[in-house]
């Protein structure tokens, strides 16, 4: 009953975030990423005037002042041109957001970051020094994502700081460290994920990081411990539908919004509802002349969202979303 109810609301609910692949380059390798790491911006990142098109596009779909644009990647700051984009995004009545391994954050981007109007920040922190270093495959990467986010909570600025944390074998011991370290430095919201088999791309090395079905529900104990303790926002992310394990961990049973509130535009204007699952429907792209025809037709419509939970034994429960976790 619960499920069909948040059905029938979630489909009459505007569209509020997007997710730019601002570019397929990165500064660092982490495990479980197959980006391509490069010095410069990669060659195939369109230019800025063809993203302001994406956003003119956009503002005949919905409602700039209820829609957040969120820049990913790769690593968004690799673009020499971040602040430029975030200035037109604003321009235009977007908020918007940038999810970030934290590594070029230095305090004359912050600076500039936050007058542009930058709303919420997401830094990832994958374990303590030693396993964060090993984990993004750089002797910095800890010092300088802490540099940044220390600068985020001590300027005091309206942007909302979240902490992403991939949770792996290797800093799953880590994770009540973590936990401290954060309130410690006064910092609000953390955001917990583990690398599933179902949803990233695996290879030997992820096969070894992958937790134990027993590690994944002492970690479920575990953020329903912190969130007694109630010094941090915890939120458990996109590890799908948990069956009746989820309860009590996430404050309303799991739904998958893409492709309902939320969409993926990749850097060549590819729409996607979410690039986590292989072989994703694609709505459409933003630079063909009939994708707004298009994006009335699909958006917030669910029958060829993922074809595999035909048959299904939990699809009724999950309302198609992905299952992955075996739990």
Request: net charge positive; with cysteine.
């Amino acid at each position: 009953m619960i499920r069909r109810l948040f059905k029938k609301v979630k489909k009459r609910e505007p569209l509020q975030k997007i997710y730019w692949v601002a570019t397929q380059s990165c500064n660092l390798e982490c495990k479980y990423c197959t980006c391509i790491k490069k010095d410069l911006q990669f060659a195939c990142d369109i230019e800025i005037e063809e993203f302001c098109k994406i956003l003119d596009t956009i503002q005949k779909i919905a409602n700039p002042q209820q829609v957040m644009i969120v820049f990913s990647g790769g690593e968004p700051l690799m673009r020499t041109d971040i602040v430029e984009l975030g200035k037109e995004v604003v321009k235009r009545g977007f908020k918007w957001g940038i999810e970030t391994n934290g590594f070029a954050l230095t305090s004359e981007l912050i600076r500039k970051l936050i007058v542009t109007g930058l709303n919420k920040i997401w830094i990832s922190v994958n374990g303590m020094e030693s396993v964060h270093n090993w984990y993004k495959g750089h002797a910095k990467s800890f010092e300088n994502a802490m540099y940044g986010i220390k600068q985020f909570v001590n300027q005091g600025s309206n942007v909302d700081l979240e902490i992403t944390t991939i949770v792996h074998a290797k800093n799953y011991d880590d994770l009540n460290l973590l936990h401290d370290m954060f309130v410690y430095l006064k910092v609000k919201n953390w955001r917990l994920l583990a690398i599933n088999p179902n949803r990233d791309k695996f290879n030997a090395v992820l096969e070894q990081l992958r937790l134990s079905n027993f590690q994944f529900g002492q970690l479920l104990n575990s953020i329903k411990g912190w969130q007694r303790q109630k010094y941090l926002n915890i939120d458990l992310g996109c590890n799908g539908f948990l069956t009746s394990k989820e309860f009590g961990v996430i404050e309303h049973p799991f739904s998958c919004t893409t492709g309902y509130n939320s969409i993926t535009i990749k850097n060549d204007g590819s729409v996607y509802r979410c690039p986590k699952i292989p072989n994703s429907p694609k709505i459409g792209n933003v630079f063909d002349d009939n994708f707004t025809q298009e994006w009335s037709r699909v958006f917030g419509t669910k029958d060829d969202k993922i074809k595999v939970c035909n048959g299904c034994s939990n699809e009724k429960l999950c309302m198609g979303c992905c299952l992955i976790k075996d739990v």
